[in-house]
């Protein structure tokens, strides 16, 4: 095996969360919103059948493939051949959406930073999560454990003081026009949610496996939750203006004022987003090299996380050349692309093999 | 080894903490305290700016207290332009620090530039990242860049004034994010208070004289189309459900002379109903407030005299709220009180038929209230100090 390291039940659940929810913490409300409006809390609880389901299909693989990723068990269950094209494409597919993760967030930085130049801005994220991939999935495991209050808390913090200026009516009527806008305004946020299959790269370096279908659960609860939270935090505050605003959730932190003393949260959201996005970057990071190595069949992933660093920056150019182009691609062809290669394609595959009666039993032996 | 390599890391860290290309330096930004925007000739508006300048601030230190008093915080600039942004740059020219709108806590509207509509001037403010969300936003009667020049009797500038002045309650209080969500709401009408030209607040003498306040600005869409006087403000406060920090003053015919009451709390309610195409609303007060001045021969301990008070300031309100309603339905026919929203939340599928004709409904509801005012506490004293013993029944 490539990866040696070992990590918990409960740091996957740390690591998988921040995946979801950093991009939800930028645009999401108003994403949801643009669709569904004032029902764009339901939105979040039809996505995340998405998480449950990708999630799912993980552990199910992993369960008759244990110690094995997407890649690998692609190549017992399908051939080589058919497993090489296939491997080709998920590493393809990795490689340009963690590009554009990189570029979304750096625009968004850019906001603020308008003068340091973007390569700079993407260049020292995509540093510092090579860093973290070159530890291993134990650092990765830890620095997520470790971050995930200051993720988490600064978030519940705000909610706690823009509180008073919440409008509950701003829900109603429910149900407008009907369940089909909210079903609707489910489609970007299912393509993050299937993200969560990015457990797959996870699961097989974990200590304790019997809580493995637990963790993930919660996570997908948790992101779930949030989101449904932060949606309706949001319409509360904004109303029918929400669609409109690009950053509802930074625009609820700068309207938090409390004694005219404490105010301009801005920069506290920021800090959020940019620990959510170090996870993200890294998880995609991590499953990119690890799976390249495993394509090749090398034996260590090490030398690879440099030259894979570089094609994300070069990617991060290559594939976006504009803030509008991110939008285009993350409102049509990202979720799309992660619902089909994190839902249907593993499914896929789990069928096949439980067809075919395919199953590692080496690695079962080993491990049962 | 290990420890000074982990120091030298921090260290490094802690020098790109500067910001790179985008450090900047407190003393290279001329930071605007309050900006007024006003018309010029034809489609151009001039756009003044409240700077405050930094040495005045530092203290009169050894020198003595004397004249540095006199020194002014801030100095206006002011420049032409086809809108914000592009005055903005022509402002820019005239100053050697580079504008930041961060602390701006006020922005003014004259009066004709708010009847021309000022949707491109908050999307510039809603759009750049620098401005405040909680900014307040003013319409001034005359020309709103008249008020930055002015001093303020107790303030440090206007701009600061006309915060406070928000924070009490006394009329409405607006902000950006309330006038961009007031106008993507449901009734695209918009209310923002309403101040006094600023030519008549110049000196102290005028500024004891002269109210500030004048009312709220009535905005159909982003154009400004009416005014409503103090007295029927504080009526749409109450449709609003906003704080009110200003006493109710009644006459109590009963006791001979008038009761003042605070208001400390209220909720109101707007309960829409459609009957038989017959489009209504009820609006439901609950309210508490304590007794400031009695001017009456009656003792306020006693239940009927505060039933008596409670029933007067019931129907004062009342008259309020129908003043209000009276102005908007009839005469400017705009919905700044939102009964839009209300008939959309309860009734979404007639909402939904009727809204293009929202504009011949509106006028036409019928509006019935349902008051209810508690006075809780008489204050310190019970009856009138003017009429001591006035009830006494031992006479």
Redesign the interface.
């Known amino acids: 095996m490539l990866e040696t390291g070992k990590i918990s039940a409960l740091q996957i659940g740390m690591l998988i969360y921040p995946v979801v929810m950093s991009t939800a913490m930028l645009s999401g409300p108003s994403l949801m919103a643009q669709q569904a409006q004032n029902d764009l809390w339901l939105s979040p609880l039809w996505a995340s059948l998405g998480g449950f389901f990708s999630v799912w299909i993980a552990i199910q693989l992993n369960k008759r493939f244990p110690g094995m990723s997407i890649i690998e068990l692609a190549r017992e269950i399908t051939g080589k051949a058919p497993a090489a094209v296939l491997g080709f494409l998920y590493l393809y597919v990795l490689l340009q959406a963690n590009a554009v993760i990189v570029r979304e967030y750096a625009d968004f930085i850019a906001y603020f930073l308008q003068e340091t130049p973007l390569v700079l801005i993407m260049g020292a994220l995509i540093l510092v999560c090579s860093l973290a991939v070159k530890g291993g999935i134990e650092v990765m495991g830890r620095t997520a454990q470790v971050f995930f209050p200051a993720f988490i808390l600064p978030l519940l913090m705000m909610i706690g003081l823009v509180f008073p200026a919440l409008d509950p009516g701003n829900l109603l009527p429910i149900l407008d026009k009907g369940l089909l806008p909210s079903v609707k305004g489910a489609y970007i946020p299912l393509g993050w949610f299937s993200e969560m299959f990015l457990i797959s790269y996870l699961l097989p370096s974990l200590s304790d496996r019997k809580y493995a279908a637990t963790s993930a659960f919660f996570a997908v609860v948790g992101a779930m939750l949030t989101m449904v939270i932060v949606n309706m935090v949001t319409l509360f505050l904004m109303g029918d203006a929400l669609d409109n605003v690009l950053f509802p959730i930074m625009d609820t932190a700068r309207y938090v004022n409390v004694a005219d003393f404490f105010e301009n949260m801005d920069s506290a959201v920021m800090a959020v987003w940019v620990i959510g996005v170090y996870v993200k970057v890294s998880m995609f990071y991590y499953a990119t090299v690890l799976g390249t190595a495993q394509w090749l069949n090398l034996t260590s992933y090490q030398p690879l996380i440099l030259p894979v660093g570089m094609l994300i920056l070069l990617f991060c150019f290559w594939g976006v050349p504009s803030v509008y182009i991110v939008k285009e691609a993350a409102a049509v062809a990202i979720p799309a692309l992660f619902v089909l290669f994190f839902c249907f394609i593993p499914a896929g595959l789990l069928l096949w093999a439980i067809v075919r009666g395919k199953r590692n039993r080496t690695e079962e032996a080993e491990s049962g | 080894m290990r420890t000074w390599g982990s120091v030298l890391i921090l260290v490094v860290c802690a020098l790109l903490l500067g910001?790179?290309?985008?450090r900047t330096e407190i003393n290279d930004l001329a930071i605007i305290t309050a900006a007024a925007v006003d018309k010029a000739e034809e489609s151009e508006i001039v756009l003044s700016i409240q700077v405050f300048i930094p040495r005045a601030v530092g203290g009169p230190g050894l020198g003595g207290p004397t004249g540095s008093s006199e020194r002014a915080l801030t100095t206006i600039l002011s420049a032409k332009g086809e809108n914000i942004a592009d005055a903005m740059s022509k402002v820019q020219s005239k100053l050697p620090r580079k504008i930041f709108w961060?602390h701006c806590k006020v922005y003014l509207f004259g009066e004709a530039v708010a009847k021309d509509g000022i949707a491109g001037h908050i999307d510039f403010l809603v759009r750049h990242?620098e401005p405040?969300?909680?900014a307040y936003l003013y319409v001034s009667k005359g020309k709103a860049g008249e008020h930055l020049g002015n001093n303020s009797l107790l303030e440090r500038s206007t701009a600061e004034a006309l915060r406070e002045l928000a924070?009490l309650h006394l009329g409405m209080a607006v902000t950006l994010?309330d006038f961009?969500?007031m106008?993507?709401?449901?009734s695209r009408a918009v209310v923002l208070p309403y101040i006094e030209a600023g030519s008549k607040l110049e000196k102290p003498a005028q500024i004891q004289e002269n109210t500030l306040l004048l009312g709220s600005a009535i905005f159909r869409k982003d154009k400004m189309i009416g005014v409503l006087s103090t007295k029927a403000t504080r009526g749409l406060l109450w449709l609003r459900d906003e704080i009110i920090r200003a006493s109710i003053s009644v006459q109590i015919p009963a006791g001979q002379g008038r009761v003042s009451v605070m208001p400390i709390r209220g909720k109101t309610k707007l309960i829409p109903a459609i009957e038989d195409g017959k489009w209504s609303i009820l609006v439901k007060i609950e309210a508490e407030g304590d007794i400031v001045e009695n001017g009456t021969k009656l003792d306020m301990m006693e239940m009927s005299s505060n039933a008596l008070v409670q029933k007067a300031v019931e129907d004062d309100v009342r008259s309020r709220i129908e003043l209000a309603l009276y102005h908007l339905q009839k005469e400017l026919n705009a919905d700044v009180t939102n009964f839009a929203?209300a008939f959309?939340?309860?009734y979404?599928q007639k909402w939904h038929e009727a809204k293009q004709n929202w504009d011949k409904i509106y006028p036409q509801i019928e509006v019935s209230t349902q008051i209810h005012i508690t006075v809780r506490r008489p204050g310190l004293v019970t009856d009138s100090v003017g009429h001591p013993g006035s009830h006494d029944k031992r006479k």
């Open positions: 910001g790179c290309w985008d961060g990242p405040r969300n909680r924070s994010i961009r969500n106008l993507n709401g449901e929203a959309h939340r309860k979404p």
